[in-house]
T-cell receptor
Framework: GAGVSQSPSNKVTEKGKDVELRCDPI?????LYWYRQSLGQGLEFLIY????????KSGLPSDRFSAERTGGSVSTLTIQRTQQEDSAVYLC??????????????FGPGTRLTVT | KNEVEQSPQNLTAQEGEFITINCSYS?????LHWLQQHPGGGIVSLFM???GKKKHGRLIATINIQEKHSSLHITASHPRDSAVYIC??????????FGSGTRLQVQP
């Protein structure tokens, strides 16, 4: 079946502009996660959603970052007033049942964001 | 000190060698994950374990909860195993905490 998909695969934007990154999780997966990987760095948790529960936003680096998940499926990560330090690969993952670390996660291919 | 430490950071091996990558963590966990990140960037989940040992093909993962330590072993390594291997730990519904990864290069 289809895996996790993300769009766009690459995004170049000017400093100060807003960007939206999209994630389509595996159909039926309950939990959805956003991560960031800066060049040469490890994975950094941003936010996760599980079902109708309040999302865990504890990893969002500033209030310029926000995310929503509509209808328990597609998610959009929005970065307002982008800064050069926002340049990174943004990865989405989903898991079938449980959020946090309790279930295997399936990763999308990522969106490479470059802020010029 | 990071909550999840991996060693070595970089590893070069000859094809056929037995490889061990280590992960130590300092917090209580519900489960530990091993992930593989290919040179192109894609990430695949290899194992999720909370005790004992798991095996999949040439890959073996072990965990010692008392010692807060896990190892990932690759037997009969092959150039296609070249990737970054990432250890991550989770506690309950808290988000995963990731190690910085081990970059493995297997030479033919």
């Amino acid at each position: 079946g289809a895996g996790v998909s993300q769009s766009p695969s690459n995004k170049v934007t000017e400093k100060g502009k807003d960007v939206e990154l999209r994630c389509d999780p595996i159909s039926g997966h309950t939990a959805l996660y956003w991560y960031r990987q800066s060049l040469g760095q490890g994975l950094e948790f941003l936010i996760y959603f599980q079902g109708n529960s309040a999302p865990d936003k504890s990893g969002l680096p500033s209030d310029r970052f926000s995310a929503e998940r509509t209808g328990g499926s597609v998610s959009t990560l929005t970065i307002q007033r982008t800064q050069q330090e926002d340049s990174a690969v943004y990865l989405c993952a989903s898991s079938p049942r449980l959020a946090g670390g309790l279930d295997e996660q399936y990763f999308g291919p990522g969106t490479r964001l470059t802020v010029t | 000190k990071n909550e999840v430490e991996q060693s070595p950071q970089n590893l070069t091996a000859q094809e056929g060698e037995f490889i061990t990558i280590n992960c130590s963590y300092s917090v209580g966990i519900s489960a530990l994950h091993w992930l593989q990140q290919h040179p192109g960037g894609g990430i695949v989940s290899l194992f999720m374990l909370s005790s004992g040992k798991k095996k999949h093909g040439r890959l073996i993962a072990t965990i010692n909860i008392q010692e807060k330590h896990s190892s990932l072993h690759i037997t009969a390594s092959h150039p296609r195993d070249s990737a970054v291997y990432i250890c991550a730990v989770g506690l309950g519904r808290r988000a995963l905490t990731f190690g910085s990864g081990t970059r493995l290069q297997v030479q033919p």
